[in-house]
């Protein structure tokens, strides 16, 4: 802990020694922190790794136990994410997929407690680690399962939605706009685009490795949903969807099969 | 029993939503159970209080789709606004504020700077709407800009700017002095 504290202050100061400020540093940059191997979201995935291969569950098992040394057995998992697990009987994001195998084989318990400080503490080094595994190969989503297609369909409802105070949908600020500014922010593509490719991303702007399920629970706060009679900031905003819910699977699935054939690069880069 | 009064509560919003009535008694008992909702059953019922004119855009066009008449939408969206007493122009400086207050970096309740410039400068603005820089001058009827801002579908169906005032976003009182601020020779928009 003390020593990501520790490098992560020695990116920053690596940054203003390359000459990025606030903003997003341009690709020489990250080039630059790169090579002298100071990116802060690579201190999360070490992190992850670390986690991967010792942490012990309370039957003793680890990550590894099951996946094999460095992750052996992973690589390329990520590329069909998410999908359908048979042995968990439902289709998982990377998310989900890591927090059932802790609970189901390496005996942590599934109760609140544990999934709280899965949430905070171990999901995104571990996801961020595993996603890792998959880089350099092509996203390739299939919907071979029936659960996946609904999935997919319901992910492809969701997309178009308006609703909310602000009668908003992903698609109104990522397809229609898209390319456009929000005050001085560009909306990305991400269907279009297959940004995909860069999730799990790290933002320079809030020193986090987000996955893509904490990127769509921020962008569900900007549709200013509610459940009373008018939209009442301090009373009853419904300000984001509780992480592992089936909406955030859906929307993954249908914008990762839109992302089929790009490159996994990740963690990703962002402002 | 949970089952039952969850949906209770869904049906009763969406007609609340649907006719935009002041709230019966037996709709605001419908409300009540909201309290002992699990987060993820206050999500699903937030994203099913989709109104139908809500549902009518949800497509891939983000756009009316055929066979709903624009007309009948824009009349029933122009059934919607409320006028204040005062009238619709306010105070051109409340309205400044409200719009995005240059003190805060063009940020405020309408938020509107997210989407529109404006005051020239404010230089942290979205081009997702038109540059409102200069429009008092362009000859609007002030009554039509309050009806755009208070529900921009009975101008436009369906357009990325949202229904302030039918969401309680912004109240009319507030929507009349962001009119002003849009039309009173005085303020930054029209210097």
Not at chain 1, 110 to 115: G, L, P
Not at chain 1, 225 to 251: Q, S
Not at chain 2, 131 to 140: E, N
Not at chain 2, 154 to 163: H, I
Request: proline content about 6%; overall charge positive; some cysteine.
């Amino acid at each position: 802990m003390k020593s990501k504290k520790f490098l992560i202050g020695l990116a920053l100061v690596g940054g203003v020694a390359v000459g990025f400020s606030a903003d997003v540093p341009t690709p020489d940059q990250v080039k630059q922190l790169k090579e002298m191997g100071i990116l802060p979201s690579d201190v999360i995935v070490d992190e992850g790794n670390d986690y991967f291969h010792n942490l012990k569950g309370p039957n003793g098992k680890t990550c590894a136990s099951c996946h094999g040394q460095d992750g052996a057995k992973l690589v390329g998992a990520y590329a069909k994410m998410p999908r359908y697990y048979k042995d968990i009987d439902k289709v998982a994001d990377i998310d989900i997929r890591i927090k059932a195998c802790m609970t189901k084989y390496m005996g942590f318990p599934k109760d609140k407690k544990f999934k709280k400080k899965f949430t905070k503490k171990y999901r995104v080094p571990l996801a961020g680690y595993v996603a890792t595994l998959s880089n350099g190969m092509k996203i390739n989503v299939t919907l071979d399962d029936p659960q996946e297609k609904e999935m997919y369909e319901f992910g492809k409802k969701l997309w178009y939605q308006r609703v909310g105070g602000r009668d908003l949908s992903c698609a109104i600020c990522h397809e229609v706009y898209a390319g456009y500014r929000i005050r001085l922010q560009k909306l990305g593509a991400p269907v279009r685009d297959k940004l995909y490719a860069h999730w799990p991303a790290y933002r320079f702007s809030k020193d986090k490795l987000w996955t893509m399920e904490d990127r769509i629970r921020g962008c569900y706060k900007s549709y200013f949903l509610y459940l009373g009679k008018k939209w009442d900031k301090k009373k009853d905003w419904v300000k984001k969807p509780p992480y592992y819910m089936k909406e955030l699977v859906a929307l993954e699935l249908f914008m990762k099969k839109a992302a089929n054939g790009a490159t996994v690069e990740v963690p990703g880069l962002l402002r | 029993m949970k089952k039952v009064l969850f949906t209770g509560l869904v049906v009763g919003l969406g007609a609340i939503v649907a006719c935009q009535a002041p709230a019966s008694k037996a709709e605001q008992k419908a409300e009540k159970p909201a309290k002992k909702m699990s987060k993820e059953e206050k999500f699903r019922a937030a994203l099913a209080k989709q109104d139908k004119y809500q549902k009518a855009c949800s497509n891939e066009k983000q756009l009316i789709p055929e066979g709903i008449s624009i007309e009948q939408f824009k009349k029933d969206m122009l059934a919607t606004i409320k006028y204040p007493e005062g009238g619709v122009v306010g105070d051109w400086k409340k309205g400044e504020k409200l719009f995005g207050d240059p003190k805060k970096g063009g940020k405020g309740l309408g938020n509107c700077y997210a989407c529109h410039c404006g005051d020239p400068s404010i230089i942290a603005c979205g081009n997702i709407g038109p540059s409102l820089t200069g429009y008092g001058k362009s000859g609007a009827d002030p009554k039509v800009t309050y009806q755009r801002i208070y529900n921009p579908w009975s101008v436009n169906p369906c357009s990325a700017m949202f229904r302030f005032g039918v969401h309680g976003i912004l109240s009319p009182e507030q929507i009349a002095h962001i009119t002003a601020f849009l039309h009173d020779p005085n303020s930054p928009i029209n210097k």
